[in-house]
């Protein structure tokens, strides 16, 4: 018997079964908006980037972090005040020396039902499933590019441990109190052991999880679909079992014009965040609906813990530094008040962020200070500070080159025309976004734009940009102040709120201080949605929340 040739056979069979099913259910989804099923109410939204996996093991970016957030939970979660909230555990406690945090697991929630389980019935969720799920996390032989969330954070011998199949502990190497916010995050999320084992390599595209939606299909390239779990754990306050939704159908159009018209014809529920083309369509300069589309779609806007920034590189040791004047402060601080802020949100960006003047923290973090002024447009300032700087009104400043992405060549253009009405020369210049990366990581880009996304809702996310003992990334600008460092060494062992919180101002006002960065504006997310679609709300992580939206 030939056996090559029979696998051969039956792995094709496989294919076109698996073709045919997704198609039925495809065709069911798609079908729901139609007199064949009136009563289905299916969200669709589209990824224009694609999705390269649905292992949460690798919930890398937005594209992936969305569907595996409806599919998994994790020990904890942000609710809409960005407040660490239960979800797989319902309390915990931290010990007194700050090392050990004890979870107490719910004991109702179950894993998906799929054929990886006994009988094909998903189990319930125990402390071991959540060991299992960490302990892959910083398994070299995974690789996911989230083993940072807990190397050089947690005990090398004994981080992770089941006391028993409701109680699970992690211990820590050195007190780091935003550890629970890191919990949080969908690398967290955990899965079975028996969907691992049984999928392999397979596992990133056919998950089990205890989620609010379970897995149908995915053909890459052209959907995903996914169903309500009828066995999910959460209720809403009525005691309704949480979805309201029957499904969710995710398209892959690459063309974000293409997207914008699948919107407009009603094909899609909503689009996240407008392409430049399309800004000034459907916006007005202050960042509000046109009234033409005033009544056909429903538009909300929200901070977004997302600063964008021009980095400087201050390392002292460097000859880039060396030979640059951005090795002093008072031009670095010049930078900082020598273009209009507020304009350029206005013009280029239709009021979507708000100009950073207040930190490097972005806006929507607990610990943000409104009282505190940083940086305006103040030209007399900069002028004062080039002239201190012994170069007045610029007079034999060299010309600096700053690296941007071909998206913002705009912006860099903008701010260039504005510092040299001061006297300083700023030539632009456009590179890939990986060379970039590339050039900022190994200290190369003297003069950068950047930004950096929460990870989750904690300062120190962003102030870890600027400790020392950091690499690059996150310390892109090799900053290097030893107060600052003790200063964030205590915040992170802190567990009073407020008492962290200060020690986090007095570090956000010493990189203002010192200037390493030109903070630019704190980000905005935009939600475009159809005026059908009920209880959905933008947050401050972007996450997509679907758990309580409904479908009129």
């Given at each position: 018997?030939?056996?090559?040739?029979?696998?051969?056979?039956?792995?094709?069979?496989?294919?076109?079964?698996?073709?045919?099913?997704?198609?039925?259910?495809?065709?069911?989804?798609?079908?729901?908006?139609?007199?064949?099923?009136?009563?289905?109410?299916?969200?669709?939204?589209?990824?224009?980037?694609?999705?390269?996996?649905?292992?949460?093991?690798?919930?890398?970016?937005?594209?992936?972090?969305?569907?595996?957030?409806?599919?998994?939970?994790?020990?904890?979660?942000?609710?809409?005040?960005?407040?660490?909230?239960?979800?797989?555990?319902?309390?915990?406690?931290?010990?007194?020396?700050?090392?050990?945090?004890?979870?107490?697991?719910?004991?109702?929630?179950?894993?998906?039902?799929?054929?990886?389980?006994?009988?094909?019935?998903?189990?319930?969720?125990?402390?071991?499933?959540?060991?299992?799920?960490?302990?892959?996390?910083?398994?070299?032989?995974?690789?996911?590019?989230?083993?940072?969330?807990?190397?050089?954070?947690?005990?090398?011998?004994?981080?992770?441990?089941?006391?028993?199949?409701?109680?699970?502990?992690?211990?820590?190497?050195?007190?780091?109190?935003?550890?629970?916010?890191?919990?949080?995050?969908?690398?967290?999320?955990?899965?079975?052991?028996?969907?691992?084992?049984?999928?392999?390599?397979?596992?990133?595209?056919?998950?089990?999880?205890?989620?609010?939606?379970?897995?149908?299909?995915?053909?890459?390239?052209?959907?995903?679909?996914?169903?309500?779990?009828?066995?999910?754990?959460?209720?809403?306050?009525?005691?309704?079992?949480?979805?309201?939704?029957?499904?969710?159908?995710?398209?892959?159009?690459?063309?974000?014009?293409?997207?914008?018209?699948?919107?407009?014809?009603?094909?899609?529920?909503?689009?996240?965040?407008?392409?430049?083309?399309?800004?000034?369509?459907?916006?007005?300069?202050?960042?509000?609906?046109?009234?033409?589309?005033?009544?056909?779609?429903?538009?909300?806007?929200?901070?977004?813990?997302?600063?964008?920034?021009?980095?400087?590189?201050?390392?002292?040791?460097?000859?880039?530094?060396?030979?640059?004047?951005?090795?002093?402060?008072?031009?670095?601080?010049?930078?900082?008040?020598?273009?209009?802020?507020?304009?350029?949100?206005?013009?280029?960006?239709?009021?979507?962020?708000?100009?950073?003047?207040?930190?490097?923290?972005?806006?929507g973090i607990p610990s943000f200070d409104p009282s505190f002024v940083g940086y305006s447009y103040d030209v007399a300032r900069?002028?004062?500070?080039?002239?201190?700087?012994?170069?007045?009104?610029?007079?034999?400043?060299?010309?600096?080159?700053?690296?941007?992405?071909?998206?913002?060549?705009?912006?860099?253009?903008?701010?260039?025309?504005?510092?040299?009405?001061?006297?300083?020369?700023?030539?632009?210049?456009?590179?890939?976004?990986?060379?970039?990366?590339?050039?900022?990581?190994?200290?190369?880009?003297?003069?950068?734009?950047?930004?950096?996304?929460?990870?989750?809702?904690?300062?120190?996310?962003?102030?870890?940009?600027?400790?020392?003992?950091?690499?690059?990334?996150?310390?892109?600008?090799?900053?290097?102040?030893?107060?600052?460092?003790?200063?964030?060494?205590?915040?992170?062992?802190?567990?009073?709120?407020?008492?962290?919180?200060?020690?986090?101002?007095?570090?956000?006002?010493?990189?203002?201080?010192?200037?390493?960065?030109?903070?630019?504006?704190?980000?905005?997310?935009?939600?475009?949605?159809?005026?059908?679609?009920?209880?959905?709300?933008?947050?401050?992580?972007?996450?997509?929340?679907?758990?309580?939206?409904?479908?009129?």
């Open positions: 018997m030939n056996h090559s040739y029979n696998n051969i056979i039956i792995n094709r069979s496989y294919r076109l079964l698996y073709f045919l099913f997704f198609i039925f259910h495809f065709s069911f989804f798609s079908s729901c908006k139609t007199h064949q099923h009136p009563d289905k109410k299916i969200f669709h939204y589209n990824e224009q980037s694609g999705i390269a996996s649905l292992d949460p093991a690798f919930a890398k970016n937005q594209a992936i972090v969305w569907p595996v957030h409806q599919l998994y939970n994790t020990l904890l979660e942000i609710d809409s005040s960005l407040q660490l909230v239960p979800s797989l555990a319902k309390s915990w406690a931290i010990s007194e020396d700050n090392l050990s945090i004890v979870f107490h697991l719910r004991t109702d929630v179950s894993f998906h039902n799929d054929p990886c389980f006994a009988s094909g019935k998903g189990r319930l969720l125990n402390a071991n499933d959540v060991v299992y799920s960490f302990k892959r996390i910083i398994d070299k032989s995974v690789a996911s590019p989230g083993a940072w969330i807990f190397n050089n954070r947690v005990d090398t011998i004994n981080a992770f441990t089941a006391l028993n199949d409701s109680t699970f502990q992690l211990k820590l190497i050195k007190p780091f109190y935003p550890v629970l916010g890191i919990l949080s995050m969908q690398y967290c999320s955990i899965v079975p052991k028996e969907a691992v084992e049984k999928y392999g390599n397979d596992f990133r595209r056919h998950p089990v999880g205890t989620g609010p939606f379970q897995f149908v299909a995915w053909e890459e390239g052209q959907a995903l679909v996914l169903k309500k779990n009828d066995n999910y754990f959460e209720k809403d306050e009525q005691g309704n079992r949480l979805p309201y939704l029957d499904g969710i159908k995710v398209s892959f159009f690459d063309s974000k014009a293409t997207e914008f018209l699948e919107f407009q014809q009603h094909r899609l529920d909503f689009i996240n965040d407008l392409d430049a083309s399309f800004k000034d369509e459907i916006l007005t300069k202050t960042g509000n609906l046109k009234k033409e589309w005033s009544g056909k779609i429903n538009f909300k806007k929200s901070p977004y813990l997302n600063i964008e920034y021009l980095g400087m590189l201050v390392d002292t040791n460097n000859v880039l530094v060396k030979n640059s004047p951005l090795r002093l402060q008072k031009i670095r601080q010049a930078i900082n008040y020598g273009f209009d802020r507020r304009k350029m949100i206005l013009y280029l960006r239709n009021s979507i962020g708000t100009s950073a003047e207040n930190g490097f923290v972005p806006k900069a002028k004062q500070l080039l002239k201190e700087a012994g170069f007045p009104d610029g007079k034999d400043l060299p010309v600096i080159k700053l690296l941007t992405i071909p998206i913002y060549a705009d912006l860099g253009s903008y701010i260039a025309n504005e510092l040299q009405h001061i006297g300083i020369k700023i030539q632009v210049e456009t590179i890939q976004k990986s060379l970039l990366l590339q050039q900022t990581s190994k200290q190369q880009a003297l003069f950068f734009r950047g930004s950096w996304i929460a990870d989750y809702p904690d300062a120190e996310n962003y102030l870890s940009l600027f400790y020392s003992k950091n690499p690059a990334p996150p310390n892109y600008t090799r900053f290097n102040n030893k107060t600052y460092d003790e200063l964030y060494e205590r915040s992170i062992a802190e567990r009073n709120d407020s008492l962290r919180y200060k020690l986090y101002q007095q570090m956000d006002r010493m990189v203002i201080e010192n200037a390493p960065v030109v903070p630019l504006w704190y980000d905005m997310v935009i939600h475009l949605a159809q005026t059908n679609v009920k209880n959905f709300h933008p947050n401050s992580l972007n996450l997509l929340e679907l758990r309580n939206v409904k479908k009129e």
